[in-house]
């Protein structure tokens, strides 16, 4: 059974930066493809970034520019370096594993999930 338990979050001003880590353990020799979500209260989950079993990434068009997906594949360790917070930005952030090669960013496609983070960004 995967594991993936995020940590990271905090409280920032609008502008600041913060790095979120997803720790991963079970995996197994499958491939996967790993993604950010984010849900704010009273709305729906939704993809930020996606980085295949190839290393592609992909964005949500309100993060390009500002977030930056990454793995180090040698500590099982997902990130998501977020620069030029947002107040809108502030959500619970969840780290996913689908157990397959490449997502598209569907919720429904990634297996396992995180417990999430709190992000808050202040004006």
Do not use: H
């Given at each position: 059974?995967?594991?993936?338990?995020e940590?990271?979050?905090?409280?920032v001003?609008?502008?600041g930066?913060?790095?979120?880590s997803c720790?991963?353990?079970g995996?197994?020799?499958?491939?996967?493809?790993?993604?950010?979500?984010?849900?704010?209260?009273g709305?729906e989950?939704?993809g930020?970034?996606?980085?295949?079993?190839?290393?592609?990434t992909?964005y949500?068009?309100s993060?390009?520019?500002?977030?930056?997906?990454s793995?180090?594949n040698?500590?099982n360790?997902?990130?998501?370096?977020?620069?030029?917070l947002?107040?809108?930005d502030?959500?619970?952030?969840?780290?996913?594993?689908g157990?397959?090669?490449?997502?598209?960013?569907?919720?429904?496609e990634y297996?396992?999930?995180?417990?999430?983070?709190?992000?808050?960004?202040?004006?």
């Amino acid at each position: 059974q995967v594991e993936l338990v995020e940590s990271g979050g905090g409280s920032v001003q609008a502008g600041g930066s913060l790095r979120l880590s997803c720790a991963a353990s079970g995996y197994t020799d499958s491939s996967y493809c790993m993604g950010w979500f984010r849900q704010a209260p009273g709305k729906e989950r939704e993809g930020v970034a996606g980085i295949d079993s190839d290393g592609s990434t992909s964005y949500a068009d309100s993060v390009k520019g500002r977030f930056t997906i990454s793995q180090d594949n040698a500590k099982n360790t997902l990130y998501l370096q977020m620069n030029s917070l947002k107040p809108e930005d502030t959500a619970m952030y969840y780290c996913a594993a689908g157990r397959r090669d490449y997502c598209s960013g569907s919720r429904e496609e990634y297996n396992y999930w995180g417990q999430g983070t709190q992000v808050t960004v202040s004006s």
